[in-house]
């Protein structure tokens, strides 16, 4: 199974960090999948715009990462 799947099910993991623009905008729904399966459907609820220094290691964690230097590796 997927890393993650568990830790979004319970709520968890509910930000995902990426270090290029999205294609998504606030409102899109779209099929997330892990471990090779289909978890559900999402809503895109809220789009940030930051600078890597910007983000904080409480949102790091939020993405699955121990703190925010692990997620700039």
């Known amino acids: 199974m997927g890393k993650y799947i568990d830790d979004i099910i319970k ?4 930000l ?3 270090l290029s ?5 606030i409102g899109d729904i779209f ?4 471990g090779g399966k289909v978890i559900g459907k999402f809503k ?3 789009i ?7 983000i904080t ?5 939020r993405d699955g990462y121990n703190n925010k230097e692990e997620l700039s590796k």
Do not use: F, M, S, W
């Open 21 to 25: 623009k999205a294609n998504l905008r």
């Open 31 to 34: 099929i997330l999948h892990a």
């Open 48 to 54: 940030y715009t930051k600078k890597l220094y910007q």
């Open 16 to 18: 995902i960090i990426r």
């Open 57 to 61: 290691d409480e949102e790091a964690k």
């Open 11 to 14: 709520g968890n993991k509910n």
């Open 44 to 46: 895109v609820k809220n």
